[in-house]
């Protein structure tokens, strides 16, 4: 069975940094361009950050740039999303996503083939 589980999430206050996790199991991910995806409440699921099979290729929203990195181990067929001077709109659950159809990084969420359930991240004082 194909599982993407996220860890990690939690309640920081604004200017923090939390990092979340995604460890996938069932098939071997090294392969697979891998994202961060994020939905607010009440609003729909958005593009966070995506990376290439090797982590050659990064790419991020405008929203979270030059706070957000993500990162990856194949060896550990684990993904990782450090943000920092975190702020209360980055508030959501972020979901992990991988696509067995594409290498490459790529934003579109119609090209991941698996998901995980969601972590909680609340950013408040």
């Known amino acids: 069975q194909v599982q993407l589980v996220e860890s990690g999430g939690g309640l920081v206050q604004p200017g923090d940094s939390l990092r979340v996790s995604c460890a996938a199991s069932?098939?071997?991910?090294?392969?697979?361009?891998m994202g961060w995806f994020r939905q607010a409440p009440g609003k729909e699921r958005e593009f966070a950050a995506t990376i290439s099979w090797n982590g050659g290729s990064t790419y991020y929203s405008d929203s979270v740039k030059g706070r957000f990195t993500i990162s990856r181990d194949n060896t550990k067929n684990t993904v990782y999303l450090q943000m920092n001077s975190l702020k209360p709109e980055d508030t959501a659950v972020y979901y992990c996503?991988?696509?067995?159809?594409?290498?490459?990084?790529?934003?579109?969420?119609?090209?991941?083939?698996?998901w995980g359930q969601g972590t909680q991240v609340t950013v408040s004082s």
């Open positions: 069932g098939r071997t991910f090294s392969s697979d361009a």
């Open positions: 996503a991988a696509s067995a159809t594409t290498r490459w990084a790529n934003s579109s969420p119609t090209i991941y083939n698996y």
